[in-house]
């Protein structure tokens, strides 16, 4: 018998999709993501490890075939076992390995605590503040998310449930890097206002110190996908900080390729060897994806997507938004 739970957007109001769930082990039962009203993603399941319902979405904790444990938020896949290393390299080493002396981070979202554990892996680190609107997700995540057991038990970690945009207003300290880890632009949720210009400008930007770096996940990337939200998440934060550099990178569990932007009013330094040197003295441990070389790659973007960055016009405001549409569902055949 299978089990139909209902999963909502993340403002916990607007039904968005329902899954079904079969919970009895078979080698038929399937993940499903709709990536887009013609095109849709599935991977087999193993079993459904846990199930949850917060305040504002629902959880889940798949065991999939190809993928291992994968966290599924509203329907939505946000990462999966065997490759969110990518995911999460990508989003916080770069602006770390920029900064010339990283002491702290604040992690907006960042619910699962995977990027809180990269940023933690920096020596020069003393402090690590992660705010996630989302108490349950958090305690969801510390619980079956082994992986980041260390990280949450970090003394320099400082985990704050709160609205982000509330907690940078309240704080009166400023950060060296700033990292959105948000979920992304959703119809009727409150995350894409997060992603707007006036918040950049008037909220976040005035939180960084004179050299801080700010850097964002900025969705899909793709050849296809990226008109979607990055082409106007980028070109948003153009009109704020001086230097601003998008980068890319395949997610093998996304089904697609990921875009990141990293923002300062100071010039980066992105040559490969000094890269590496600086992985070398600066990390614990070693990087599974990350080098100088794959970094500096990963920022020489396709022709198509390099030509719409350059001509996009779209600027995220209160009133005018992007948002990316898609809906999960789990099934037996």
Not at 73 to 94: N, R, T
Not at 204 to 217: A, D, E, M, R, W
């Amino acid at each position: 018998m299978g089990e139909a739970v209902e999963f909502f957007h993340c403002n916990g109001f607007s039904k968005v999709n329902q899954i079904i769930i079969e919970e009895n082990g078979c080698d038929d039962s399937w993940f499903e993501e709709e990536i887009d009203v013609d095109l849709k993603w599935s991977f087999a399941l193993n079993k459904v490890l846990h199930k949850g319902t917060s305040e504002y979405q629902d959880i889940a904790l798949l065991d999939t075939k190809r993928f291992g444990k994968v966290l599924v938020i509203d329907g939505k896949m946000q990462s999966a076992e065997v490759d969110e290393f990518i995911y999460h390299e990508c989003l916080i080493h770069p602006a770390l390995l920029c900064h010339p002396n990283p002491k702290s981070v604040f992690i907006m979202g960042g619910g699962e605590g995977s990027a809180a554990r990269e940023a933690l892996r920096h020596k020069s680190i003393n402090k690590v503040v992660m705010c996630d609107i989302d108490k349950e997700v958090v305690d969801f995540c510390r619980k079956h998310l082994t992986a980041n057991h260390e990280a949450f038990c970090n003394t320099k970690l400082d985990l704050v449930i709160n609205d982000a945009k509330a907690e940078l207003e309240e704080r009166e300290e400023k950060f060296d890097i700033i990292v959105g880890d948000l979920a992304d632009p959703v119809e009727g949720g409150p995350c894409y206002q997060l992603y707007t210009k006036s918040f950049y400008e008037k909220i976040l930007k005035p939180k960084l110190n004179n050299n801080g770096i700010f850097v964002t996940q900025a969705g899909p990337g793709g050849v296809f996908s990226h008109k979607e939200v990055f082409s106007s998440i980028y070109n948003t934060i153009v009109q704020v900080f001086k230097y601003v550099l998008a980068y890319t990178a395949h997610v093998p569990s996304f089904a697609d390729t990921w875009g990141w932007v990293m923002a300062s009013d100071q010039p980066f330094c992105i040559e490969a060897g000094k890269i590496d040197k600086k992985i070398a003295e600066r990390i614990d441990g070693e990087l599974l994806y990350l080098n100088g070389a794959s970094f500096v790659s990963s920022t020489i973007l396709n022709k198509t997507v390099a030509k719409t960055l350059k001509n996009e016009s779209h600027v995220y405001t209160e009133d005018d938004a992007r948002f990316i549409h898609g809906q999960g569902v789990a099934y037996r055949r």
